[in-house]
């Protein structure tokens, strides 16, 4: 069964950078079939995708998010990770790591998520 | 951006009764769509791709279809297990989006 784990600060001060890493058990993040991707979901509302990565390290991210977002793998550890600069409370949200956001070989689908790990921005 | 326009918000059914939630998206996207169940507290779950395709190990009350604008998620039979919030999400081209929402309670 694959799993994901996130990991990361829980507080961010405002204007500070966020930085999240997702552990990826097994499965491999340079197998080549899949997208790595992260989603957000501010406490009380919807999800929203904000980037993935693939193992070529091919990256796409929300516009909205595209100056100030970083995905980057490590594949000696089996990790993908996440950077946003310059945080506001409109970047408090539960991130979840995920497996998905492309279309693989067995479906196009977001098929694996982590529990997901809340992060609070606030001076 | 496509836009998913999923209804009712919420809802509130019987044990047994017949649910169906409908999304909508602002463009044609053929089939390209999945849905998803959220428990309380829990990272979203896969339920069905590609409009109609049951993921693994999910109950076959859940249905869904639909395609090019106008999508279903349907339970046949409500259970209480099934009180969660449902989103649809598209992938027809980037970025990616998700629905709204619809959550669902017993009543």
């Known amino acids: 069964q694959v799993h994901l784990q996130e990991s990361g600060p829980g507080l961010v001060k405002p204007s500070q950078t966020l930085s999240l890493t997702c552990t990826v058990f097994n499965d491999s993040i340079s197998g080549g079939d899949y997208y790595w991707s992260w989603i957000r979901q501010p406490p009380g509302k919807g999800l929203e995708w904000i980037g993935y990565i693939f193992y070529s390290g091919t990256t796409y991210y929300k516009p909205s998010l595209d100056s100030r977002l970083t995905i980057s793998l490590d594949t000696s550890k089996n990790q993908f990770s996440l950077k946003l600069t310059s945080v506001t409370a409109a970047d408090t949200a539960v991130y979840y790591c995920?497996?998905?956001?492309?279309?693989?070989?067995?479906?196009?689908?977001?098929?694996?998520w982590g529990q997901g790990t809340l992060v609070t921005v606030s001076s | 951006d496509i836009q998913m326009t999923q209804s009712p918000p919420s809802l509130s059914a019987s044990i047994g009764d017949r649910v169906t939630i409908t999304c909508q998206a602002s463009q044609d996207i053929n089939n390209y769509l999945n849905w998803y169940q959220q428990t309380p507290g829990r990272a979203p779950n896969l339920l069905i791709f590609d409009a109609s395709n049951l993921a693994t190990g999910v109950p076959s009350r859940f249905s869904g279809s639909g395609s090019g604008t106008d999508f279903s998620l349907i339970i046949s039979s409500l259970q209480p297990e099934d009180v969660a919030t449902y989103y649809c999400?598209?992938?027809?081209?980037?970025?990616?989006?998700f629905g709204g929402g619809t959550k669902v309670e017993i009543k």
């Open positions: 995920a497996r998905g956001g492309g279309c693989s070989s067995s479906n196009c689908a977001i098929d694996y």
């Open positions: 999400q598209h992938y027809a081209n980037l970025p990616l989006t």
